[in-house]
């Protein structure tokens, strides 16, 4: 399904972005690991990916940092020739109610989730323009859409990002290229293992399919629009939630 293309894949070292770039390198995607955090993750996820016959190289970037992205996007274009497939998933939470929320906690989350995706979509934008199919695909959340208590920092960035997706699908079209966005509910993550037990508890009850979901139930849709089967949507936003936005 993606045989020969080349995935760009932020965050990939847990969680969603790992799962994502396991299921692509499935599907035949060369990928690259993007990490903020472990060497030792990333490289695990890279040689899981190459296990299925496709190239896999890690590069660590703090996504937030403009120049450093920039640098990272062209060494990938160099190391593959092309890239064809970019997932914006890297993200950070740092919870807390708005009264007690620092200034450098909301700009961290703002900086992390929503700029270091201008980043990666602004340095690579050549490179997907180039593609016979370009396709970008940004991880929201559902925090985005409805908002949560304790979260003003992280659904702002995923507001902002919904929005941003939705004026890239704009500006890119023209080009062929298409521009969606995940917007996931509860996802088994470490993100979610630290939430506290009364919120997972309360999962039975305001998710209609009683659960959480996991990693892989995102990366079967990621997968979905970074193909060719996918070819005539652009600026969506696809719940993987459960029914809690419903």
Same mark, same amino acid.
């Given at each position: 399904m993606l045989r020969n293309k080349t995935a760009v894949i932020t965050g990939a070292s847990r969680g969603i972005g790992r799962a994502i770039a396991i299921k692509m390198a499935k599907n035949g995607a060369n990928i690259a690991v993007l990490y903020g955090g472990s060497q030792e993750a990333a490289e695990k996820v890279a040689t899981e990916a190459e296990s299925m016959g496709v190239k896999a190289v890690c590069y660590q970037c703090d996504v937030a940092d403009d120049e450093q992205s920039k640098k990272i996007c062209e060494q990938?274009? %160099?190391?593959?020739?092309? *890239?064809d497939i970019l997932v914006n998933n890297a993200g950070i939470t740092k919870d807390n109610l708005l009264l007690r929320?620092?200034?450098?906690?909301?700009?961290? *989350?703002?900086?992390?989730?929503?700029?270091?995706?201008?980043?990666f979509m602004k340095h690579l934008a050549r490179s997907l323009m180039k593609s016979p199919g /370009?396709?970008?695909?940004?991880? !929201?959340?559902?925090s985005g859409l409805m908002g949560n208590g304790g979260q003003a920092n992280y659904s702002a960035s995923k507001a902002g990002m919904i929005g941003l997706t939705k004026t890239v699908a704009k500006e890119f079209a023209p080009r062929n290229v298409t521009c969606n966005a995940i917007a996931p509910g509860f996802i088994e993550t470490d993100m979610t293992a630290n939430l506290p037990q009364a919120v997972k508890e309360s999962v039975g009850v305001s998710? #209609? =399919?009683?659960?959480? /979901? %996991? #990693?892989?139930? *995102?990366?079967? *849709? !990621?997968?979905? =629009?970074?193909?060719?089967?996918?070819?005539?949507?652009? /600026?969506?936003?696809?719940?993987?939630? /459960?029914? =809690?936005?419903?």
């Open positions: 990938i274009v %160099t190391d593959f020739g092309a *890239v929320m620092s200034e450098q906690d909301f700009d961290s *989350v703002i900086q992390v989730n929503l700029k270091g995706a201008f980043h /370009g396709r970008i695909i940004n991880i !929201a959340s559902v998710v #209609p =399919l009683k659960r959480m /979901g %996991t #990693p892989e139930e *995102v990366a079967n *849709v !990621a997968v979905f =629009l970074a193909s060719d089967q996918s070819s005539y949507i652009t /600026g969506e936003v696809i719940r993987v939630d /459960g029914g =809690l936005c419903m």
